[in-house]
């Protein structure tokens, strides 16, 4: 929330900076302008897609991989658009390979502490405005 932005600016920045968030928004403001719509929400794009993966960044990779995402936004009067995003994600581990040794072998350890309940899964939501 607004209120602890400071507090996790860091993956705040990271998710804002990423190519993979930044395509999702410019095709969500792409779609609804195309529509010629003034205001809209994901559910009116169904070409966007509703799940991000961030592969070009390591640490949104291991930590926030396949998350649900929608917007929300309206234009301006000066034709910029006011969006906000939604990320929905549990943190968790999966069994998987993701062509890194040391990252699979780390991911592997931790499937078999979640499965023993050593390790526990979590959700949480970001909101991001812009």
């Given amino acids: 929330n607004a209120n602890n932005q400071g507090k996790y600016g860091n993956i705040v920045d990271q ?9 999702m ?14 205001s809209a929400n994901s559910s009116m794009m169904n070409d ?6 961030f592969n070009s960044n390591p640490d949104l ?11 929300q936004g309206s ?4 034709g910029s658009w006011s969006v906000s995003t939604y990320i929905h994600d549990t943190y968790n581990f999966e069994p998987g ?3 890194n040794a040391p990252f699979d072998t780390a991911n592997n ?3 078999v502490s979640q499965a023993a309940g050593a390790v ?8 991001l405005k812009e």
């Fill in 61 to 71: 990779f291991s930590s926030i991989h396949k998350a649900d995402i929608s917007f």
């Fill in 25 to 38: 928004k410019d095709r969500f403001i792409q779609s609804a302008e195309s529509k010629g719509l003034t």
């Fill in 97 to 99: 390979s993701y062509n």
């Fill in 109 to 111: 350890v931790a499937v």
């Fill in 75 to 78: 234009r301006n009067s000066d």
């Fill in 15 to 23: 998710i804002k900076g990423s190519s993979e968030y930044q395509g």
């Fill in 120 to 127: 526990s899964s979590y959700s949480f939501d970001i909101q």
């Fill in 48 to 53: 966007l897609g509703t799940s991000i993966e």
